[in-house]
């Protein structure tokens, strides 16, 4: 799979088979996501050519047949149809908050119940060999309510919780296709009886960080223990070491890290919801990998990561490469951002909640195209850029950057280095690689070249007709 640099074939290829009650509908969504991908930061104004574009697009979010899943589902189903392998699905969930000030009819508190908006739910595929990002198989959206006043456990459960986001979106990605491995890798939110269950139900593997260490499991010898004391008791297995990134306060260092892993039985818990008394299943098994900072600097909160997983680890090796799955999580919050900041989706002006929604789908997907930039050139890189890069693109990136008289001989990871000069990335030896919002700025900038390249060659087609 690699990124289409056309924009309107890239638009007719993701939302052609939308069921949006009337086919025309379906023709409009397929021109404003055309004209949206190729400028995904400029407001609705700018994007749509004409005024009357423009009324067209907001009535479009204005039809009731028009809705977020409408919208998105083509492209679940698509992100879905895979060859086989083993996929990894990043989930996570993002607040989309529309800001406090503005008048949103049908929409809920975010944050400390300062802002207005929903919450978004995301299953970010990305291949397990190259972590190449594929597209979202699933996706979901919940209003957050105000928790009751002095609301016990078990009331809690049977009310509609932010929780159920994780196993309503595993199930709608449902069982993978034969010859597929799906592994949910999910931070603490998932750390859930409940949502096991749901990965357990639709045979799928997973990687959950545990968001406790102090709650009871049983180990291989049916003991009952906290699970730091169970850790406690594991054999090192090894150490590796990693670069930390600099942050607030805290220089960047490198970090040696100890590696334990070993088997147990997560246990039916004593307040459970209606839907896991239903499933009525026994305890689960599944291995824990625990990763421990040892000798951090003084004042540097150390590493610690305990993850359980559901594929088999009996080497080092086994480990690493569930903490590898692990690492892949800040892909899906790269996604986060490239929807926030590259599509500015929550500084849409509609002011419905029932408008917002497919607006947010259609975001959704063209996050996914502006993501997928960076990930063809990490994950193809010595690939010739003609082979998958078009002849225009490449003689505009020679007008662009004059440096370069050997464009045409460019690899597909040098191409990408050098469109994101073109967004103000410097390349220095100290720089590293490129992010994907200097990526995505000069494709902009190419793409404004290749556009008016295009107009010309009209216009000269034209002329030739009329002489």
């Not at 034969?178 to 139900?201: I, K, L, M, P, T």
């Not at 291995?287 to 080497?315: C, F, H, M």
């Not at 464009?407 to 990335?425: H, P």
Request: charged residues 30%; aromatic residues 8%; positive net charge.
């Amino acid at each position: 799979m690699f990124f289409c640099f056309d924009s309107k074939t890239w638009a007719e290829q993701q939302f052609k088979d939308c069921e949006l009650g009337d086919r025309r509908r379906t023709e409009r969504l397929i021109k404003m996501a055309w004209k949206v991908a190729e400028n995904p930061s400029a407001s609705f104004a700018e994007q749509m050519e004409t005024w009357g574009d423009l009324k067209a697009a907001y009535r479009l979010f204005d039809e009731e047949d028009v809705t977020f899943e409408g919208v998105v589902r083509p492209h679940w189903e698509q992100t879905r149809q895979v060859a086989p392998g083993r996929y990894l699905l990043l989930d996570d969930t993002t607040e989309l908050d529309f800001g406090v000030h503005r008048q949103i009819e049908g929409v809920g508190p975010t944050g400390n119940g300062g802002g207005r908006g929903f919450l978004l739910h995301n299953a970010l595929m990305v291949r397990a060999e190259t972590q190449e990002v594929l597209g979202v198989a699933g996706q979901a959206i919940h209003y957050r309510k105000p928790r009751p006043p002095k609301e016990s456990a078990s009331k809690r459960f049977k009310r509609d919780r932010e929780s159920v986001l994780w196993g309503n979106v595993i199930d709608e990605i449902n069982r993978p296709p034969e010859g597929v491995e799906f592994v949910h890798v999910c931070d603490r939110g998932a750390d859930s009886y409940e949502v096991f269950c749901h990965f357990v139900e639709q045979q799928c593997g997973w990687v959950v960080r545990a968001s406790s260490i102090h709650r009871k499991i049983l180990t291989p010898e049916g003991e009952e223990l906290p699970l730091s004391k169970y850790l406690s008791g594991l054999p090192l297995a090894g150490t590796y070491e990693l670069q930390v990134r600099s942050r607030k306060g805290q220089p960047a260092r490198t970090a040696t890290l100890e590696v334990r892993f070993g088997t147990l039985q997560m246990p039916v818990p004593r307040h459970t919801s209606p839907s896991v008394k239903e499933r009525d299943l026994p305890s689960i098994e599944m291995r824990v990998v625990d990763i421990r900072e040892v000798n951090a600097p003084k004042g540097v909160e150390p590493i610690s990561w305990v993850l359980y997983t559901s594929l088999q680890v009996d080497t080092f090796d086994d480990a690493w490469v569930i903490i590898e799955y692990y690492e892949a999580r800040w892909l899906v919050e790269e996604y986060h951002k490239a929807l926030k900041t590259g599509c500015r989706v929550t500084k849409r002006g509609l002011r419905k909640g029932s408008r917002l929604e497919p607006m947010v789908g259609l975001m959704s997907v063209v996050a996914v195209r502006l993501l997928q930039l960076k990930s063809v050139a990490r994950s193809d890189p010595n690939r010739p850029a003609r082979h998958v890069v078009p002849h225009l693109w490449l003689g505009m990136l020679k007008v662009a950057r004059k440096n370069l008289p050997r464009v045409y001989d460019l690899t597909v990871g040098q191409f990408y280095r050098e469109l994101a000069k073109l967004g103000g990335f410097l390349g220095r030896r100290s720089d590293g690689q490129p992010g994907w919002i200097t990526i995505w700025r000069g494709w902009e900038k190419l793409n404004m070249l290749v556009r008016g390249a295009e107009l010309a060659s009209q216009l000269q087609g034209q002329r030739k007709k009329c002489g």
